[in-house]
């Protein structure tokens, strides 16, 4: 049994509880109309969605910076668009979505009731490669702050998944062991195989239609992971 001697479940937080890809484009679909920028939100989202999953990577590999990553993912949506702008305007678009994007706070099907299910049998926790500055008032604005007792962020830890340390110290905070301790997320590289690696127990929650594999259980809502805890 996936749930025999486990103690702690810990989540990822984007792409798994908080809704990014809505909340994301909800933000978009302000600052654009707000800048004027005369493009057409899927059209603008049908390119930045796999660029910003380029960078992303690109930054958890520790090859770009995250100034880099906030500037370079909308200057490459508007190179591919043909879109004349400013390095001023993309640097208001960065500063603005950063500052908006955690106004909005929808989750996904099950987030609330999946949480509150095992918090009475679990200590919960987040680990994330988001920016301290922004996690934390997502997590807040969707209601789901207190259900976490540890929150480790990749600023925090000064690496981000799927790098060991960031996990060693989300089980020091936590005070457990991995042997006691389950993974659940969006990203087979970030999530599955960091923790797996390490020692965890790990559920893949599929958000991007990833192909099969037996690395591990796969869910594709939520409400699944009863199945296991």
């Not at 909340?23 to 910003?52: E, G, H, M």
């Not at 209601?143 to 925090?156: G, L, T, Y």
């Not at 998944?161 to 936590?174: C, G, Q, S, V």
């Amino acid at each position: 049994m996936i749930n025999k001697g486990i103690t702690d479940v810990f989540f990822d937080l984007d792409h798994t509880l908080w809704n990014f890809e809505k909340n994301s484009a909800l933000t978009f679909d302000k600052i654009l109309k707000l800048n004027q920028v005369a493009l057409p939100l899927q059209d603008f989202l049908d390119v930045y969605i796999p660029a910003n999953l380029a960078f992303w990577k690109l930054y958890r590999e520790e090859k770009i910076t995250k100034e880099a990553l906030r500037y370079q993912r909308l200057k490459s949506v508007f190179d591919t668009l043909s879109y004349r702008t400013s390095d001023e305007l993309i640097h208001t678009l960065s500063e603005q979505y950063i500052q908006y994007l955690s106004s909005y706070n929808h989750l996904f099907p099950y987030t609330i009731e999946i949480l509150t299910y095992l918090q009475s049998k679990y200590k919960l926790h987040i680990i994330t490669n988001g920016f301290e500055e922004v996690q934390n008032k997502k997590m807040k604005n969707a209601a789901i702050f207190d259900f976490f007792d540890q929150i480790i962020n990749s600023e925090m830890a000064g690496v981000k998944k799927p790098n060991p340390i960031i996990f060693e110290l989300a089980l020091e905070k936590a005070n457990t062991t991995a042997a006691k301790s389950i993974m659940i997320g969006d990203s087979i590289e970030a999530d599955i195989l960091g923790a797996k690696n390490l020692g965890f127990k790990v559920i893949h929650f599929n958000a991007h239609n990833d192909l099969p594999h037996e690395i591990c259980p796969i869910i594709h809502e939520l409400e699944e992971i009863k199945n296991f805890l």
